[in-house]
């Protein structure tokens, strides 16, 4: 099944063209890797595709329905890349906010019950939040914020995650989990997962595919013999240098 | 001060005193966190307006005041860019409209002044069934749609992600905005129903707990401060908005203070 499908799409910011006739697929069980140097228009791209920014042209298909017709967001979690820039005074703990990932169409004016709150719970635990599950979300590190939003993401148990770079103030053990977490999701349940990153290692290592934006949008499927140097400098221009080699995921990545 | 308990009206006040504040607490608290308790003044101001004019027209005043306070907050929802404009406008507007209807018609007087700044011990049985009834209503609304509300307080756009129908939700909402300006016209008159709206609710901030913990002492703060202030009122013959707005204010800064020397403590000891 194409959980996303983007036809010839192109969209404006401020009168510039930010993404120019995209074209591409994500399957089920896909997991993308989304890259691009800065203003290269990948949170454009994602919030484009959620909904949230007019198109000038193109069309865009969400689970294989139109996006002016679709309405199944509770199959969907995201997290924007601007999440943790919030007002520190907003009166609530980190416990009550991830609850707020079981929300959606269907659960609409509905009370949380037993197994909501066992989900919170369990989310909690996995992103090692649960110490500060009773602190205020204003009261917490900005890591341990990325990891709420993560929890909060991991609650809905989604069908497809869409991530704008979560876990850049994340500690590396913790990203790490978090990306094992994203792969087991991945393999096991056959989640479909669209992740911005710099970390071309982990982009490379553990994805099967990568969309790169700069303003074009190039998607490439990442195998052995995928030409990993080609696709980079299409993104990030002729002179981008990239040592990678696929054995040496073996060890960083796959130990546990 | 307990046999002015036994009197019908002191009864009707008090329980509609409470009713209004338990709601104006309780949407306070969701429009401070978004910056928009202005809107509320804006809108309240304009109900002068609304109230002039049923009289004018021989209407209810109340219904044609309902009527312009859902136009104004419309209206400064359009121009969303430049909101504190466009609530400085309509208050302007709605005002100078109220004044300029009263100066034509000068025979209601009295009336205006209770719009201005409530009649609380005038409350009807009718009136306090209307109140009764629309205040269940409001807070079935509340209670069913908190998790939403809470989600689109925090960020409008992430909750549309996710799903929840944030255009319906926040136009009920506004409604309820509405008809609780209408309502607490009669508690506290046009002019200072913003305070019962936002000092609360500052209040249960200051207090840094949970969400659900903060919208339960925002309301209590809501209800103490109405009921003290009607019986206070009563006993030294003072006029009630006044009071109950002067105790509010007594209460945030009992609270402010009391959060600041907590934190000196903590950091002496
Ligand atoms: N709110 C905005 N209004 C107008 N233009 C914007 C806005 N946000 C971004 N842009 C423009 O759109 C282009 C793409 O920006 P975008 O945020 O999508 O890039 P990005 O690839 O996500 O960058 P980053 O790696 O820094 O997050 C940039 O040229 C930027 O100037
Ligand atoms: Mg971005």
Redesign the interface.
Known sequence: MKVIEVRNLNVMRNGRLVIRNANFEINKGDYVGIIGPNGGGKTTLLLTILGQLPRLSGTIKLFEKDIEEFNEWEKIAFIPQDAINFDNNFPITVKEFVSLGRLGKNKIGRRLNKEDWEEVNKALEFMGISDIANKRIGEISIGQKQRMFLAMALVRNPELIILDEPISNVDPITQEKFYKKLSDLNYKEGKTILVVSHDLSAVFCRMNKVICVNVDVNIAEIKENTDIQGILRKAYGEHFYFVFHKHECKGEFEND | MIELLSYQFFQNAIIGGCLIGIICSWIGLFLV?RRQVMIVDGAAHTAFGGLALGLLLGIDPFITALIIVIISILIINKMKAFTDSAIALMLAIGFSIGLIIISITRGFSIDIFSYLFGSILTISREELLIISIVTIFIAIFLL??H??L??IT??E??A??????VDLISNIFNLIIAITIILSIKIVGVILIVALITIPALT??QI?????N?VIISVLIGVIGVILGIFISALYKLATSGVIVFILVSIYAIVYLYSKIEIIKRRTS
């Not at chain 2, 549309?160 to 129908?165: E, F, L, S, T």
């Open positions: 966190l069913l749609f998790k939403e809470i989600a925090f960020n756009r992430n549309r992600i996710m799903g929840i129908p249960a901030l840094k707990t949970s969400f659900n903060t």
